[in-house]
């Protein structure tokens, strides 16, 4: 879509941007700086040496944001190692982000919630029991020399443990969370803690010599869901290009870094007023109580609300998009990922690690303290 226009209120792209940032910034002062090399270290020594894979698990069993940010890692692998075979762990409501991307060729699919209620049932504990067992035998099956473990808890932990990988890749103590280093073979020291996140997921390649210049990821709306997404444009009368796309929403996890459903409603009517550009509301099925207060706030600014059937249909509304708005959140990541331009609103999070990654993209950030460690950015959840 080209690059972003000049604007006197957006400032440049700069190693030096003052902290905590407050202001809009150019999303590239978060995802250009050069940390430094990685170190990687095997039973505490030094790396000497690496034979190219036949067959990479990536384990990446997060929210669908956070995989997002590790897809590049499949397109890496493919570029360094041709013919190389890139299967993926997944937790299943994330499944949608890798599957049908076509540098990944297999999906193992983490049954979190499902096996979480079976294990407390007694009467689904024994099937529960076998399907993890079946799940681990298919892990072995795909007799992988290579897994990495761009995540770094203890999910992955057990995963990488279950996976009968000899060569297990992930980070070092103190850059992975719940003692996940003892799962691993090989670990990788960063040079900061604090590295944007798709950043951190290919050092991981990075430390095993591959080039990862110019590495990313662009997600392949299906066909079928693209067809589907411009339907509902033409039911609402929306060129393609003609609108912006707004996400209100976040998982209920991060539901402190929701921005106001009104101020979401009045950027609707200033855009009316100002650009002639109608707003469409993109909302999940829980927040279909939504609905109402953003079309009243939005006033008769022509703004509509559309509840997408699926990850893919999202996408393939966010391709259409003039602009993309929201928090840090997976609908505005896939947007920056499929190359939108993206407005990121960030308050209590930081956007040093989860800023859009893929340019055109700016983000404005408020520093608003954490009230439970007083942090200016921070991924608290909200206290139920």
Same mark, same amino acid.
């Given at each position: 879509?080209?690059?972003?226009?000049?604007?006197?209120?957006?400032?440049?792209?700069?190693?030096?941007?003052?902290?905590? &940032?407050?202001?809009? %910034?150019?999303?590239?002062?978060?995802?250009?700086?050069?940390?430094? &090399?990685?170190?990687?270290?095997?039973?505490?020594?030094?790396?000497?040496?690496?034979?190219?894979?036949?067959?990479?698990?990536?384990?990446?069993?997060?929210?669908?944001?956070?995989?997002?940010? %590790?897809?590049?890692?499949?397109?890496?692998?493919?570029?360094?190692?041709?013919?190389?075979?890139?299967?993926?762990?997944?937790?299943?409501?994330?499944?949608?982000?890798?599957?049908?991307?076509?540098?990944?060729?297999?999906?193992?699919?983490?049954?979190?919630?499902?096996?979480?209620?079976?294990?407390?049932?007694?009467?689904?504990?024994?099937?529960?029991?076998?399907?993890?067992?079946?799940?681990?035998?298919?892990?072995?099956?795909?007799?992988?020399?290579?897994?990495?473990?761009?995540?770094?808890?203890?999910?992955?932990?057990?995963?990488?443990?279950?996976?009968?990988?000899?060569?297990?890749?992930?980070?070092?103590?103190?850059?992975?969370?719940?003692?996940?280093?003892?799962?691993?073979?090989?670990?990788?020291?960063?040079?900061?803690? @604090?590295?944007?996140?798709?950043?951190?997921?290919?050092?991981?390649?990075?430390?095993?010599?591959?080039?990862?210049?110019?590495?990313?990821?662009?997600?392949?709306?299906?066909?079928?869901?693209?067809?589907?997404?411009?339907?509902?444009?033409?039911?609402?009368?929306?060129?393609?290009?003609?609108?912006?796309?707004?996400?209100?929403?976040?998982?209920?996890?991060?539901? @402190?870094?929701?921005?106001?459903?009104?101020?979401?409603?009045?950027?609707?009517?200033?855009?009316?007023?100002?650009?002639?550009?109608?707003?469409?509301?993109?909302?999940?099925?829980?927040?279909?109580?939504? @609905?109402?207060?953003?079309?009243?706030?939005?006033?008769?600014?022509?703004?509509?609300?559309?509840?997408?059937?699926?990850?893919?249909?999202?996408?393939?509304?966010?391709?259409?998009?003039?602009?993309?708005?929201?928090?840090?959140?997976?609908?505005?990541?896939?947007?920056?990922?499929?190359?939108?331009?993206?407005?990121?609103?960030?308050?209590?999070?930081? &956007?040093?690690? %989860?800023?859009?990654?893929?340019?055109?993209?700016?983000?404005?950030?408020?520093?608003?303290?954490?009230?439970?460690?007083?942090?200016?950015?921070?991924?608290?959840?909200?206290?139920?």
């Amino acid at each position: 879509m080209g690059t972003m226009p000049a604007s006197p209120s957006l400032e440049p792209a700069a190693p030096g941007v003052p902290w905590p &940032p407050c202001g809009v %910034f150019d999303a590239r002062a978060f995802t250009d700086p050069e940390p430094g &090399p990685p170190l990687v270290t095997a039973g505490g020594r030094r790396l000497a040496g690496f034979a190219p894979p036949r067959c990479v698990l990536v384990v990446g069993l997060t929210a669908s944001g956070d995989v997002l940010h %590790f897809l590049p890692l499949a397109s890496a692998l493919k570029r360094a190692w041709p013919g190389v075979r890139v299967e993926w762990v997944v937790q299943d409501k994330a499944r949608g982000v890798v599957e049908g991307q076509a540098a990944v060729d297999r999906i193992h699919v983490f049954a979190r919630h499902r096996w979480a209620a079976g294990w407390r049932t007694p009467a689904r504990l024994v099937s529960t029991m076998g399907e993890i067992l079946s799940f681990a035998g298919d892990l072995r099956g795909a007799r992988a020399d290579l897994l990495l473990d761009p995540q770094g808890t203890a999910k992955s932990a057990l995963v990488n443990l279950l996976s009968g990988v000899r060569c297990r890749v992930g980070f070092a103590r103190g850059f992975g969370r719940e003692l996940n280093a003892q799962s691993l073979s090989v670990t990788v020291a960063l040079p900061t803690r @604090r590295m944007h996140r798709v950043r951190k997921s290919l050092w991981l390649l990075r430390a095993l010599g591959v080039d990862v210049a110019g590495a990313g990821a662009r997600f392949e709306v299906p066909p079928g869901a693209q067809a589907g997404a411009d339907a509902i444009l033409r039911d609402l009368g929306l060129a393609p290009g003609s609108f912006a796309l707004a996400h209100p929403g976040t998982s209920a996890f991060g539901a @402190r870094k929701r921005w106001p459903l009104d101020r979401y409603g009045a950027l609707a009517a200033r855009l009316a007023a100002s650009r002639g550009r109608r707003t469409l509301f993109s909302i999940g099925p829980v927040e279909h109580g939504w @609905r109402e207060p953003l079309l009243a706030a939005a006033g008769g600014s022509g703004a509509a609300v559309v509840e997408p059937p699926s990850l893919a249909v999202l996408a393939g509304l966010l391709a259409r998009a003039a602009c993309v708005i929201g928090s840090d959140s997976a609908p505005v990541h896939l947007a920056s990922n499929l190359r939108a331009r993206v407005v990121g609103l960030y308050g209590p999070t930081d &956007p040093v690690l %989860f800023a859009p990654y893929y340019p055109p993209a700016a983000v404005v950030v408020q520093g608003l303290a954490c009230p439970d460690c007083g942090a200016a950015h921070c991924n608290h959840p909200v206290p139920r």
